[in-house]
């Protein structure tokens, strides 16, 4: 071990000569080990991150996405996060950390990969494609400001009804999976095109009938999902994207960028709906203005 080691460096030396000699891993298995192990410990330097225990989920999950992006397979994802979490593990063991942010982030799965991502830029493309001159193109704007400003679901988006949003609060109710409620902040984008889809294209759409959803289609009926998917692939040829891009694209836009701007992971979770994970219950916990000040610092159009 070299006396001017940085402390990664050292904990990394310290875990290799673990593999070899009290695991007794041939070369081949450490050579992998320590190529993967480099990969994440340059990943937290670029990141202004000088000691492994200074990382949490949100930053070991970032790298993942950054590995996506790279276009590692799962596999290879895989391979990555278990040479990271036998690592984390292993400075447990030792008491060097008190606890591994690894244990909340699940396995690639083999085979599977995630949902299509588009950059802000493209982001804002999309939206621009649609026509504010018209009152479709007035709704379809707003409905494309709420999704991603919102990481809503398809089903959650054509469902929401004038009273699910106060604006001057910056919130949206969400009705998600199992009738689960939450509260989740917009930014000043889509706040702005739901009031000029409320104020000039909603009245001349419904034309004097009366509808409780907020964002209608013919007879004052919901948008449906297939109609909505019809317009993210209509506008995003427009917009000179690449094909694949659908509603889903959005949502999960929302949370990668959201991530990647240093946002914390719980709150993503909550905001998204998610609640199939181990670590649920401490996210009942985060308060909303906290949510609010979460979105409006790391959400590019928050």
């Known amino acids: 071990m070299t006396v001017n080691q940085s402390p990664m460096d050292r904990m990394a030396t310290l875990y290799l000569d673990y593999l070899t000699i009290e695991k007794g891993l041939s070369e081949n298995s450490i050579q992998a080990y ?36 790279k276009g590692l397979s799962a596999r290879s994802r895989a391979r990555h996060l278990i040479s990271v979490r036998g690592f984390y593990k292993y400075l447990t063991a030792e008491n060097m950390i008190a606890a591994s942010p690894v244990k909340e982030i699940s396995i690639p799965k083999t085979g599977q990969s995630l949902p299509k991502i588009i950059s802000v830029t493209d982001v804002e493309a999309l939206i621009m494609a649609g026509n504010p001159k018209t009152h479709k193109g007035l709704r379809n704007i707003a409905m494309l400001e709420v999704m991603y400003g919102a990481g809503l679901r398809v089903s959650e988006l054509i469902s929401l009804r004038h009273q699910d949003l106060n604006l001057d609060a910056g919130l949206v109710r969400v009705m998600g999976k199992g009738s689960k409620e939450r ?60 094909q694949g891009i659908t509603p889903h694209t959005l949502r999960h836009s929302f949370a990668t ?46």
């Open 34 to 69: 320590a190529s993967d192990l480099a990969d994440y410990l340059a990943f937290l330097e670029e990141n202004s991150i000088t000691d492994p225990v200074d990382a949490d989920a949100t930053v070991i999950l970032a790298w993942l996405i950054r590995l996506t992006r």
């Open 183 to 242: 509260i989740v902040p917009i930014g000043n984008p889509a706040k702005n095109a739901v009031r000029e889809w409320m104020e000039k294209g909603r009245p001349g759409m419904l034309k004097q009938m009366i509808s409780p959803y907020l964002f209608v289609a013919r007879a004052g009926n919901p948008m449906t999902r297939q109609g909505f998917w019809k317009i993210v692939k209509k506008y995003a040829l427009e917009a000179g994207l690449s």
């Open 257 to 302: 960028h959201l991530l990647e701007g240093g946002a914390d992971l719980r709150s993503v979770q909550t905001m998204l709906g998610h609640s199939d994970i181990s670590t649920t219950q401490i996210y009942t916990h985060i308060s909303r203005d906290y949510l609010v000040r979460q979105h409006r610092e790391f959400h590019p159009r928050g």
